[in-house]
């Protein structure tokens, strides 16, 4: 199994340029999450979606920030346009619904210059 | 909504000994209670959980005692070896099990 697929690992980029970070959840976790994660932080909830609906999405920044989970499979978060504040990993996990237990991607760490 | 709260945010503890992380939280309606342990450069992995109707868990050298009437949850590690150093989060999961509020995180040295 290979777990929670995150890409790209690694981005920097200008700020107010854009920037996009994907997830492949575990083959058949119909629930997906995102989550921020600051230097020295815990892990922070952006959006939560079940199968294709999010669900759970009222500390996305929905100024710049958007995601998406077409197909109820992968899914995208996007970032336009960033800012220097933007600076983290973008954590994206997966589980099956109701059952707790979450599994983590590697993250996507974004330095904004 | 939930507040976790983690302790100590740093540790240091000699090859063999054993450490210990605390987490309180603030829902009392919060059920699930797993730890996670990060190392550098990958994403948090499970290494243990607990459920509130159960007082205490073991596996192997990691172990997880929850009071909810105090609403605290600690982590023990036992014999501690270099491989254990990483970042630990403690984190509370609600009654719909798809709502994760994690604790602030715990670096841990293990100092051969």
């Known amino acids: 199994e290979a777990g929670v697929v995150q890409s790209p690992r690694y981005k920097i980029i200008e700020k107010k340029q854009p920037v996009a970070f994907w997830c492949n959840p575990i083959s058949g976790h119909n629930t997906l999450y995102w989550y921020l994660q600051n230097l020295g932080q815990g892990p922070e909830l952006l959006i939560r979606?079940?199968?294709?609906?999010?669900?759970?999405d009222s500390q996305l920044p929905k100024d710049r920030f958007s995601a998406e989970r077409l197909k109820g499979v992968d899914s995208t978060l996007k970032i336009q346009p960033a800012e220097l504040g933007d600076s983290a990993v973008y954590l994206c996990a997966s589980s099956i619904s109701g059952a707790n237990v979450l599994t983590f991607g590697a993250g996507s760490r974004l330095t904004v210059l | 909504g939930e507040n976790v709260e983690q302790h100590p945010s740093t540790l240091s503890v000699q090859e063999g000994d054993s450490a210990v992380i605390k987490c309180t939280y603030s829902d009392s309606a919060s059920n699930y209670f797993p730890w996670y342990k990060q190392e550098l450069g990958k994403g948090p992995q499970l290494i243990i959980d607990i459920r509130s109707n159960v007082g205490e868990k073991k596996d192997q050298r990691i172990a997880v005692t929850l009071n909810k009437t105090a609403k605290h949850f600690s982590l023990h590690i036992t014999e501690t070896q270099p491989e254990d150093s990483a970042v630990y989060f403690c984190a509370a999961s609600g009654m719909l099990g798809n709502q994760f509020y994690f604790g602030t995180g715990t670096s841990l040295t293990v100092i051969p």
């Open positions: 979606y079940e199968n294709e609906e999010a669900v759970d």
